[in-house]
Nanobody
Framework: QVQLVESGGGLVQAGGSLRLSCATS???????????ISWYRQAPGKQRDFVAL????????NYADSVKGRFTIFRDNAKNTVYLQMNSLELEDTAVYYC?????WGQGTQVTVSS
């Protein structure tokens, strides 16, 4: 059974940085290496929006326009974990961040950016 656990959220001032982690279980080894992992976020009262993804094998990455140049997604296949490095955080980045793989979602981690 695929399970995703996000961590690393918290309270940070605008301009600061956070690194989120998405640890997976149920998709290990060669299967994990082939799996595309995505990050989404949902602000209060808004829909859940795409943030970034990284594919398996080639490690191709794609980002929402709103985070390009500030966020970086990368993976550690040995740890079955995908990370989201978030720099130059803005108030508008405040949201619950979720990772997604094989149509399964994690429980989310809260990121709050203060002025």
């Amino acid at each position: 059974q695929v399970q995703l656990v996000e961590s690393g959220g918290g309270l940070v001032q605008a301009g600061g940085s956070l690194r989120l982690s998405c640890a997976t279980s149920g998709i290990t080894g060669s299967i994990f290496r082939l799996t595309t992992i995505s990050w989404y976020r949902q602000a209060p009262g808004k829909q859940r929006d795409f943030v970034a993804l990284i594919t398996g094998v080639s490690g191709f990455t794609n980002y929402a326009d709103s985070v390009k140049g500030r966020f970086t997604i990368f993976r550690d296949n040995a740890k079955n974990t995908v990370y989201l490095q978030m720099n130059s955080l803005e108030l508008e980045d405040t949201a619950v961040y979720y990772c997604k793989a094989k149509e399964r979602w994690g429980q989310g981690t809260q990121v709050t950016v203060s002025s």
